[in-house]
């Protein structure tokens, strides 16, 4: 799978890039999204090693191997590599030592402005195991030791342990959450059912939450990360609304109002569920309001509009609309007002996702007769092609910070799921087992 | 290398649980859409809502306090990390056995009656020469079995969104419903589903595979 850096086609304006993609593959190079965002500087950051303090000679290297994706994925800090630099990392403790003035002194000259390290060790107790995780934090720029935690837990959560250290120094130099502690729930097929499943969001720690041999399709989380809400087949024959608490696995329909209700989607507030339904004919849009339970009809034509997604402040809808022949985007008030077309290019955009930045819109494009993922800005004046190449790009699903993407493909043969930069660089593979791993949806942050 | 491996060995024991569990007698997942809302929710508003197919809600909004985060500690106290779960233990139910079986039975009655797929074009719902020729048989049948109850699914190729392919199967299953209906079956005689692009005949990216794909299929209802 190849990567289009960008294109930019203005509305109105004479540019109409988007039937030339191939062309611009190496053009357009240094206009990343971060141009918008004028703040964002990368903090470089080297990781001194977590050594091992007493366990299996893996635990350290496993913490430090799974930090380091962590640093480089937050897209906040610019992981660098020590030893390339010639800098020395030995055993630095609690950073209290000589030693350690040294190996801060070298770091701050070669300009690594967070430097990080710790130990790992295990500790076998009267009952069971306990792994002890310190991670330390030394910061060039004030020439200060930060300080660092402590974590402790059992041999199963040193991925967490290194997930949660990550997402503190995100943290403390974003006042964000992070994303390293986030979850991504997706439909895996187990024999000819599609269940649904969740996973971390590196791919692993994959478990299953439904098992009825049937259909469950497109899960999307509740804004508290408590539930999830999906599309399910009563007896095969209806499509009905479903929630799913996690931590019961409690299970209840929410929506049966007969034909076909898909897309689910709560508001940001959770007040509101938007979803579409064919109930009275063809799929409409409706809004129920989660605390009196009245339902409202949003969409009114004999078209079919579906995938309703919030703007983070809740106060608009895109949804798509096949209204003008094949799906669009379209635009409206979330109580149905002001509905207004946002993509003209091409003859098939759907699935469209709001950003928790409220700055773009993500969505499945169809070019050259290709399913890839194109981003648009809400006003509909810039638009950017984030995927080439052969294969189906579907259900693409934001990231809680904004700086990704993911989605599933076909890119490989059989669909797996992807994430994705958001201004199209660096994707990864995050499923590698399966017949068929689809419509990720990617957890708040908690 | 290391992921490939675990992340095997996480699907080898789901498989396993799903294969040696079904008899399991403790539910810890209510599948096959058994309504039950969770504890200490708000019992769901009027009785004019329950019949109009709303079930109950409860508060999705985020909580404040919450988050693990407590920043970086000069000295920093223990934190206990929690083995991650949020997740509940699937036990399959007997459901997933129990449809196995329906659809077996759905497919031999439906194999018996001689039933054949109407198939479609890229993007489309209308019904081909082909198609209705497909149908005229179909509809034959269910004049001669008056009894017969037939659900009619709407199937998509693998391209496109499978959101819009849900609504576009639906598009594929109501004309050739309609159709039928235009032959003289009774139209309480036939319920339309739509699967989308999630129960595909033919699994290969090519468009001789596609095209069995896109299609509308008959099924003798066997059970209720």
Redesign the interface.
Known sequence: MTQVKLISAWFGGVLLLAGVVGTLESGAADVFLEATRPDFQKISLGVAGIQNAGGPDWLGGRIEEVLKKDVKRSLVFDLVDLSSLGIQTPDIGNGMGAGSKVVFKQAAEKGVSVLVWGKAGLKVGNKDADV?M?GF?YDSGSDE??????????P??VR??AH?FA??LV??YTGE??IA?T?IAYVAE?????ELF?M?YD?????????????N??PQW??????LIF??????????I???????????????????N??PA?SP???F?AF?S??EGN?ELYR?D??????QRLTVNPS?D??PSWSPNGRELVF?S?RGG??QLFLMGSEGSNVRRLTFEGD?N??PVWSPRGNWIAY?C?THKE?KLCVISPDGQKRMQLTTGPG?D??PSWSPDGRHLVFSS?AD?K?HIYMIDADGKDIERL????THN??PSWS?A? | MNKTLCTCSVMLVMSLALISMPGCSKKSVQSGGDSQPAQGMAKGGSSDSSKSGVGSFPDTGVQSGGGELRGLDKNPSEERVGNGTMLAKVDPSSSAGRQMAEIRAEQAASAAAGFRDVLFGYDSWTISEDGRQALNNDAEWMKSNPSALVKVEGHCDERGTAAYNLVLGEKRAKAARNYLVELGVGANRLSVVSYGKERPACIEHAESCYQQNRRGHLVVKTGK
């Open positions: 002890n310190e934090v030791l930060v300080g660092g935690k402590r974590y402790a837990g059992s199963s959560v967490l342990m949660r997402d503190e943290f403390r959450p992070g502690r979850k187990q024999g000819t059912a599609r969740v971390d791919g692993y720690d994959a478990r299953q939450l439904t098992a009825d041999g049937f259909l399709l497109m509740s804004p508290d990360r408590r539930f599309t399910a087949y009563r007896n095969r024959n209806t499509q009905d479903d929630m799913i608490e996690l931590a019961t696995g409690k299970r209840w329909t929410v929506i049966s109002l007969g034909g076909l898909i897309t709560l507030d959770g007040n569920l579409a064919s109930h799929s129920l989660t605390r009196t339970k009245a339902i079919g579906l995938s798509v096949d094949g799906p098939y759907a699935a499945v169809r399913y189906v579907d259900s076909t043969g669909s499923t590698f087992v399966g689809s419509a708040p908690s």
